[in-house]
């Protein structure tokens, strides 16, 4: 099955798309959508937008994990990150992608086994679980592996316990 995971943000966007059969999980592709300061917020949606959907149709994933706000220090940088996450799910949305989303605790906590990890035991983590040689970068795209690696993880138990929240599913009648 064909996950990506999506750590979004405005000036940097990570993906990663991994394949994921039982335990086994491979890298197919990551990487990191990056709008300019400079240009304007409506078009570095619209980029991001397009840059998204065109990782999408590439590679065809079946399910979408996100990375939900959690706690922002800055109310700006919590609403641009806001509007990219909006973005995000709506190009995944128009795709008929099934969106979860996950708090950055519960990713760490999948992948580490402590909810408080530091970013580095997370990365030297990813970098285990698919098996890579070097630790993924940016650091957004780790960081978006992650997130994908969580949910695969957690697709048998998502239900039971409720570590997953659905964000959007296509309706049948669609």
Request: proline share 5%; glycine share 6%.
């Amino acid at each position: 099955m064909l996950i990506i995971g999506v750590d979004p943000g405005l000036a940097n966007t990570g993906y990663g798309v991994i394949d994921a059969r039982g335990q086994s999980f491979q890298s197919v592709v990551y990487g990191c959508i990056t709008t300019p300061a400079d240009m304007p917020f409506p078009d570095r949606l619209v980029q991001l937008h397009d840059a998204l959907d065109d990782v999408l149709e590439l590679h065809k994933p079946e399910l979408c994990a996100m990375e939900s706000i959690f706690f922002a220090k800055n109310a700006k940088s919590a609403f641009q990150v806001g509007h990219a996450r909006g973005a995000a799910i709506l190009t995944a949305a128009l795709r008929g992608i099934p969106v979860y989303e996950y708090t950055p605790i519960q990713i760490k906590k999948a992948l580490t086994g402590v909810g408080r990890a530091d970013k580095a035991q997370v990365q030297y983590m990813t970098r285990v679980i698919l098996n890579l040689k070097a630790v993924p970068e940016p650091d957004h795209a780790a960081d978006a592996l992650a997130v994908a690696i969580c949910h695969a993880n957690s697709m048998k138990l998502r239900a039971a316990t409720g570590d997953a929240k659905l964000v959007y599913r296509q309706q049948a009648e669609r």
